[in-house]
């Protein structure tokens, strides 16, 4: 069994930006990873995966709801995920959640190997 931690959520205004983590007990370098986040009422959403890559910063792909204003890093030192949250909207409002692995951007895919999640709320 894998343990995924996620923190560094919290409340900002719209336009404002938030970084959060996902500490891992496995190493980096042999897995993807992949954030996802589920919004109140609303079923989850994956949003951005890193691929194992020949670089250490790996291959990053996102959902088009985040791309350009979310940035997906690790530090495999640290054993620990990261996402960069820039220009944060209302509608970014949701439980974000890293993930084990990337198997594409159907959310049901990723039920098994993730955190417990970090509450994100974006209002003015």
């Known amino acids: 069994e894998v343990r995924l931690v996620e923190s560094g959520g919290g409340t900002v205004q719209p336009g404002g930006s938030l970084t959060l983590s996902c500490v891992v007990d496995f190493p980096l370098t042999t897995t993807d990873m992949s954030w996802l986040r589920q919004a109140p009422g609303k079923g989850p959403e994956w949003i951005s995966a890193i691929k194992l890559g020949e670089r250490s910063t790996g291959i990053s792909y996102y959902a088009p709801s985040v791309k350009g204003r979310f940035t997906i890093s690790r530090d495999i030192a640290k054993s620990t995920l990261y996402l960069q949250m820039d220009d944060l909207k209302p509608e970014d409002t949701a439980l974000y959640y890293c993930?084990?692995?990337?198997?594409?951007?159907?959310?049901?895919?990723?039920?098994?190997?993730r955190g417990q999640g970090t509450q994100v709320t974006v209002s003015a």
């Open positions: 993930a084990k692995g990337y198997r594409g951007q159907d959310p049901t895919y990723y039920t098994v190997d």
